[in-house]
């Protein structure tokens, strides 16, 4: 049963006036009771909604890279949008593996790709690279979109120097299992169209354009341990690498021969 209580008196005789003035403060106090009580309400309706938006933004970077969850997280979904942006696109996959994954157990397959993709992979996001796919063995990544950076290029080639590199110390641990596995990484810059592709529940953040296959055959050209960029790359890094330039190539579709060049290191 509700039980009433008193929140003031007056003895008597009553003093209308004081009377009012204790009136008006009951109200008061009242509505102000209401207004905070609503105010609660109101902030934990708030907070259960950032709450939800956290969710929302981890369960987001399971499936994209850190810079595009969070750059849908600030900006909506209109990021996602086509546009038209100068990019640079990383191309890299493992030589021999074809042969590997015809010969190995199911099981060893998937423990070189697991320790692959958990070798490499973080190393993407440090360097602001967007991951567009993965191909079995091999990743494409671009970079300068959804957030731009101010050397695109360069990141590029400081992820594709510390990707052979830690490849390099996995492939030493690989052959030692029988598995003659190499990475092989070409780059490539130019403008494509990037945005969201797919079908409704099923889409995915990419880039489409004439620099992301060119990239593709780059890398398809590069021995395992070697990496292959497009004169474009190497005119935007020069100076910070060292590099030597190998013949020009034809690729089928292309009407002229691309200077390629090989980095060897970065400049100490």
Same mark, same amino acid.
């Given at each position: 049963?509700?039980?009433?209580?008193?929140?003031?008196?007056?003895?008597?005789?009553?003093?209308?006036?004081?009377?009012?003035?204790?009136?008006?403060?009951? /109200?008061?106090?009242?509505?102000?009771?209401?207004?905070?009580?609503?105010?609660?309400?109101?902030?934990?309706?708030?907070?259960?909604?950032?709450?939800?938006?956290?969710? %929302? $933004?981890?369960?987001? +970077?399971?499936?994209?890279?850190?810079?595009?969850?969070?750059?849908?997280?600030?900006?909506?979904?209109?990021?996602?949008?086509?546009?038209?942006?100068?990019?640079?696109?990383?191309?890299?996959?493992?030589?021999?593996?074809?042969?590997?994954?015809?010969?190995?157990?199911?099981?060893?397959?998937?423990?070189?790709?697991?320790?692959?993709?958990?070798?490499?992979?973080?190393?993407?996001?440090?360097?602001?690279?967007?991951?567009? /796919?993965?191909?079995?063995?091999?990743?494409?990544?671009?970079?300068?979109?959804?957030?731009?950076?101010?050397?695109?290029?360069?990141?590029?080639?400081?992820?594709? =120097?510390?990707?052979?590199?830690?490849?390099?110390?996995?492939?030493?641990?690989? %052959?030692?299992?029988?598995?003659?596995?190499?990475?092989?990484?070409? =780059?490539?810059?130019?403008?494509?169209?990037?945005?969201?592709?797919?079908?409704?529940?099923?889409?995915?953040?990419?880039?489409?354009?004439?620099?992301?296959? $060119?990239?593709?055959?780059?890398?398809?050209?590069?021995?395992?341990?070697?990496? $292959?960029?497009?004169? %474009?790359?190497?005119?935007?890094?020069?100076?910070?690498?060292?590099?030597?330039?190998?013949?020009?190539?034809?690729?089928?579709?292309?009407? +002229?021969? =691309?200077?390629?060049?090989?980095?060897?290191?970065?400049?100490?």
């Amino acid at each position: 049963m509700h039980q009433a209580r008193a929140e003031d008196y007056l003895p008597k005789p009553f003093d209308p006036v004081l009377l009012h003035a204790r009136l008006g403060a009951c /109200q008061d106090k009242k509505r102000m009771t209401d207004e905070l009580r609503d105010l609660n309400e109101h902030l934990g309706e708030r907070v259960d909604e950032k709450v939800r938006e956290v969710e %929302r $933004l981890t369960m987001l +970077r399971r499936f994209v890279s850190p810079q595009l969850a969070e750059a849908i997280a600030s900006g909506g979904e209109s990021i996602l949008a086509s546009h038209r942006r100068e990019i640079t696109v990383l191309f890299c996959d493992l030589r021999g593996f074809t042969s590997f994954s015809e010969t190995a157990e199911p099981e060893e397959v998937m423990d070189v790709l697991r320790e692959f993709h958990n070798a490499v992979g973080p190393m993407i996001f440090e360097h602001e690279g967007t991951i567009a /796919q993965f191909t079995g063995d091999g990743m494409l990544v671009f970079f300068n979109d959804p957030v731009q950076l101010a050397d695109p290029s360069w990141n590029a080639v400081q992820l594709a =120097i510390a990707m052979r590199q830690r490849t390099g110390e996995l492939s030493t641990a690989w %052959r030692r299992r029988g598995h003659d596995l190499t990475l092989g990484i070409g =780059i490539a810059g130019g403008f494509a169209t990037c945005g969201e592709i797919g079908f409704e529940g099923r889409t995915e953040y990419t880039a489409i354009g004439t620099v992301v296959n $060119l990239a593709a055959r780059v890398c398809a050209i590069a021995p395992g341990g070697q990496i $292959l960029v497009t004169n %474009r790359v190497h005119v935007a890094v020069e100076e910070r690498v060292e590099a030597r330039a190998l013949d020009d190539v034809e690729f089928k579709g292309l009407s +002229r021969p =691309i200077p390629i060049c090989e980095v060897v290191s970065l400049v100490r």
